[in-house]
């Protein structure tokens, strides 16, 4: 893919590759460098803190590292995955934003990363906005699906980092995805409002999509040293069985510390056990097929209430 450079040199957007002029050009679009079909993949869960954007960043950045064409969509109006992947909010004249309120196309918003392979359409704090101008709307859960549509057969897999919340630009991402994969925290709060979370799936796989699968669960900020991360764990696996990946992301400073200089766990210290876990975590995603975790599970209670 030749990128384009705008007048702005310090942007540099993305242009999709040319139709193949060949018969079956329509299924050529629709297909991953692979050969495969692109995999869209929200990472969700509306608890703050729990890994949500270092597993979008790294995980991209991992997926990217093994030669696969990866784009990163910030639906966060914090612009945390922007930034960890080091665009600074100067670059991001063009958005998410932008791209919800039907002012540019998403190929216009995407900007290149320093890792090979990886692409981002960053936020802003606009996006905020975005939820509350598009009740009115008409198909309002729809404008992120429409506008992955001119680029998705461009890369392999196309993360979708949401906010944490489920709200209106969440719903957007899961209409968009055709895989769902969440991030639980193994503290003592893991589960609590995860019910709602599951519920809040269904309803989106009943309504807008029901193509929609929870692919896969991945446990994070692991601390080998308390026995109360090993009893969630455990906890967790039990519940949802073969539905959790087995790759656990440990609690670690240098992931701490990788987004302040915007980068991720794989440039910023590639021998570290964050590193290598993700590396581990892109393995399991890449042999596991897409939506092996089938419909969301019902949460414990007979879906009342917070699983926990």
């Known amino acids: 893919m030749d990128p384009l450079e705008a007048s702005d040199r310090s942007t540099t957007f993305f242009v999709p590759p040319p139709e193949p002029r060949r018969h079956g050009s ?5 297909r991953g460098r692979d050969g495969g079909p692109t995999r869209v993949i929200a990472i969700a ?3 703050g803190g729990v890994g949500k954007t270092t597993t979008a960043v790294n995980h991209g950045a991992s997926l990217a590292e093994k030669g696969h064409r990866v784009l990163v969509i910030d639906v966060d109006p914090q612009g945390h995955a922007s930034t960890g992947l080091g665009i600074d909010v100067a670059r991001r004249s063009r958005s998410t934003y932008q791209v919800l309120a039907a002012q540019v196309p998403l190929a ?3 900007l290149e990363t320093e890792i090979p392979g990886l692409w981002v359409v ?3 704090i606009d996006l905020a906005g975005a939820e509350i101008e598009l009740v009115s709307q008409f198909a309002r859960e729809n404008r992120l699906a429409r506008a992955l549509e001119a680029v998705r057969g461009a890369f392999d897999f196309i993360l979708l980092d949401c906010p944490p919340s489920l709200g209106l630009l969440t719903v957007n991402a899961m209409t968009a995805a055709d895989e769902l994969l969440v991030p639980i925290q193994c503290e003592y709060y893991a589960l609590e409002g995860l019910g709602q979370l599951l519920e809040n799936i269904r309803l989106v796989q009943q309504s807008v999509n029901p193509r929609l699968a929870l692919t896969g669960i991945v446990l994070t900020m692991f601390d080998s040293r308390t026995r109360l991360a090993d009893q969630v764990v455990a906890e967790v696996r039990e519940y949802f069985g073969s539905v959790v990946y087995e790759t656990v992301i440990p609690r670690s400073v240098r992931l701490a510390e990788a987004p302040g200089f915007g980068k991720p766990i794989t440039l910023y210290d590639p021998s570290s056990p964050g590193a290598a876990s993700y590396r581990r975590l892109a393995r399991e995603v890449l042999e596991r097929p897409a939506g092996n975790g089938t ?6 209670g007979g879906g009342e209430g917070d699983a926990s």
């Open 122 to 124: 960053p936020s802003t």
């Open 295 to 300: 419909r969301a599970p019902e949460p414990a």
């Open 45 to 47: 869960n509306q608890k």
């Open 26 to 30: 329509y299924e050529a679009r629709e």
């Open 108 to 110: 216009e918003a995407m």
